[in-house]
């Protein structure tokens, strides 16, 4: 799966507004200066964030951008989808119900990098910015890998 750079600086932003947003507003050029992204570019991706209704702008002296729900709410795969990223790992471009092909059949791997593309989102679904920020995301790896639960299996065996 390719993460164009629209959603993974929609989530470095988002992570850093959770991490430095203290009963304040921070502005985006404070983002941009930490986190090396393009003002401008911030700028348009939090349009769309405060669109989504993810954030909430704060005008004036002081003024900036606040979390619109606590970090702990806020779902990865919500941040990326707000900004228009598609969350698939296929090339495939949509052709209907028949397949992704120019004759309407599906591509021999379409199903896998399909069912690839819902793991993906799944995982970003149970991801919270508290997560990202708490560094909680080892175990839900972990958790997740076959090896993992074959040693799980084998350690509970003995």
């Known amino acids: 799966m390719k993460l164009s750079t629209k959603g993974r600086y929609a989530v470095m932003a988002m992570v850093d507004l959770a991490r430095h947003a203290q009963n304040k507003p921070v502005s985006l050029s404070d983002i941009a200066a930490r986190q090396e992204i ?3 570019y911030l700028e348009q991706l939090f349009a769309r964030l405060r669109r989504a209704e993810l954030v909430k702008s704060v005008r004036g002296p002081g003024g900036g951008y606040r979390l619109a729900r606590g970090s702990a709410e806020t ?3 919500e941040i990326i989808l707000a900004v228009d990223e598609p969350i698939k790992a296929t090339r495939c471009t949509e052709m209907g119900a028949t397949g992704c092909r120019a004759d309407r ?3 021999l791997t379409h199903d896998l990098w399909e069912e690839l593309g819902n793991q993906i989102h799944v995982f970003l ?3 919270t910015l508290h ?3 708490e560094r909680k995301l ?3 790896i972990v958790e997740a ?3 993992a639960a074959n040693a799980d299996s084998m ?3 003995s």
């Open 125 to 127: 679904s149970s991801v």
């Open 138 to 140: 080892t175990p839900r």
């Open 145 to 147: 890998t076959p090896a």
């Open 75 to 77: 779902r990865v795969s």
């Open 155 to 157: 350690a509970a065996a």
């Open 38 to 40: 393009s003002l401008s």
């Open 131 to 133: 997560d990202v920020l």
């Open 105 to 107: 059949s599906k591509c």
